[in-house]
């Protein structure tokens, strides 16, 4: 397998004591490199006639690589390492994510009106009214962003202490790239009803739900359950986030091999959330030819103790990956590192396109099939094409709470996913450009547009 590139995730500052004289810096810059790190901005901190002090800006691979490019600094004659320190852990300190007051309290007039005794009015205004909570509270614009700890990114089952990072960092999405407000919930229960009672029970000072690394096939059942009981919009991000930007990725790239959904057919490797997600919406996309494996191979109509959910996508074919993906026009994965070798690919049809979304590591190194596909995407940042949730989430919850939709539907979903498609002119589709950037400030705008329309159409507004 190919080294993984050095990138942010693994981002190290080295503060480094040197002689000052000309050349010595390029020693320790010849270090790092000679040890594949990637050499970001370099600092001078302080500097007599005889020492320079640097800190020196470093992404590394992993862990174990971050700590091969350090000892080769601390190797070097006349060079002393100070101070080491993870970038990614140390912008986690504290959380990631604060509280802040729409309004100055400044004097007792301001002190009174936001709370007693004129808050109180509010209350018996919101008692005989309950609609007026949209407008007086910060419902309106407020996400659960909820949890059990289960399934938390590639990593399994870690708990909902370890999951609270990635659901902070969620919470920062939202913010950053809709206004919107969440805070992240950490259920201590992995049991269905419990989960779902506890959703009821708090639902009321949200606008939406966010569900997020839950494992299947709970994801599925407290979605559905959710659904039926609470009048507010219940998205689970994993799944229907991840099916909408696949499915927009994978209409672009249609376009520029020219072949089309009805028509070509789909490996899908994982079928868990994600993979389910992605398979149902491309079947409602058009996709007529689709075969989902797992760790046990094809899901064949042969096998016994398939969930509910795989028995829905079994089909008569039996066999392991590599004999799937013979001939299929497109490979998506959403499994585990390392299972698509280039043989593999090769075997695969003309113009082939595979996307490898196993995070951090996806199923293929990009560079080992550059030259053989038309398309390679990948969950990553640093590379291109990257098929990334937060191109969908934030626009999709900024179309529900501003219609006040009562649900989210799978009609959302694919016109979110057209509407993002649709965000890259004919003209500028390449092999690296298939989708947009999550920074594109026109996505959510596109999105929310998308969705609102549909909840116009089909009743589900409130406003």
Do not use: W
Not at 43 to 58: A, F
Not at 128 to 155: H, R, W
Not at 223 to 237: M, S, T, Y
Not at 400 to 411: E, F, Q, Y
């Amino acid at each position: 397998m190919a080294n993984l590139t050095p990138n942010p995730s693994f981002s190290l500052s080295i503060r480094i004591e040197l002689p000052n004289y000309i050349g010595i810096l390029a020693t320790v810059t010849s270090s790092i490199a000679s040890n594949g790190g990637n050499l970001g901005p370099i600092d001078l901190i302080e500097q007599t006639r005889e020492t320079s002090i640097r800190d020196i800006i470093v992404n590394a691979s992993s862990s174990e690589h971050a700590e091969t490019i350090v000892q080769g600094l601390r190797a070097l004659p006349h060079i002393k390492v100070l101070n080491v320190y993870d970038r990614t852990f140390n912008l986690h300190k504290g959380g990631k994510i604060s509280i802040a007051n729409c309004m100055p309290l400044n004097d007792v007039s301001e002190l009174a009106m936001a709370y007693t005794p004129g808050v109180g009015r509010v209350c018996s205004a919101i008692a005989k009214q309950p609609e007026k909570v949209y407008e007086f509270t910060i419902k309106q614009n407020m996400v659960a962003i909820i949890t059990d700890g289960s399934a938390v990114l590639g990593l399994g089952n870690l708990g909902p202490a370890a999951a609270l990072p990635v659901m902070e960092g969620k919470a920062m999405l939202f913010k950053e790239f809709a206004g919107i407000n969440a805070f992240p919930i950490c259920i201590e229960s992995q049991d269905t009803d419990e989960i779902v009672n506890t959703i009821k029970n708090i639902a009321t000072v949200f606008g939406g739900v966010n569900l997020e690394d839950i494992a299947a096939p709970r994801c599925f059942e407290i979605e559905a359950k959710l659904q039926q009981e609470l009048d507010i919009p219940v998205f689970h991000d994993d799944q229907h986030g991840t099916a909408i930007v696949t499915l927009a990725a994978l209409l672009n790239a249609l376009k520029l091999v020219r072949k089309s959904i009805e028509k070509v057919r789909i490996v899908i490797n994982g079928a868990g959330s994600a993979g389910i997600a992605v398979a149902r919406l491309l079947r409602k996309a058009g996709s007529k030819n689709i075969c989902i494996c797992d760790s046990q191979g094809i899901i064949s109509i042969n096998r016994t103790n398939l969930t509910p959910e795989k028995q829905e996508f079994a089909i008569k074919a039996c066999g392991v990956l590599a004999e799937s993906v013979k001939g299929a026009d497109v490979f998506i994965g959403l499994s585990a590192p390392g299972v698509l070798n280039p043989e593999m690919v090769k075997s695969m049809a003309k113009d082939p396109i595979v996307f490898a979304m196993a995070n951090p590591i996806p199923e293929i190194q990009p560079e080992l099939i550059y030259d053989d596909v038309a398309v390679i995407a990948t969950g990553r940042s640093d590379y291109p094409n990257q098929i990334n949730n937060v191109i969908a989430f934030p626009g999709v919850f900024r179309g529900v709470l501003d219609c006040r939709a009562t649900t989210i539907n799978s009609n959302m979903y694919l016109e979110a996913a057209n509407a993002i498609a649709s965000l890259i002119e004919p003209s500028n589709l390449n092999k690296e450009n298939i989708i947009v950037s999550v920074f594109d400030k026109r996505v959510v705008t596109a999105v929310s547009d998308a969705v609102q329309k549909v909840a116009r159409e089909e009743g589900i507004a409130c406003c």
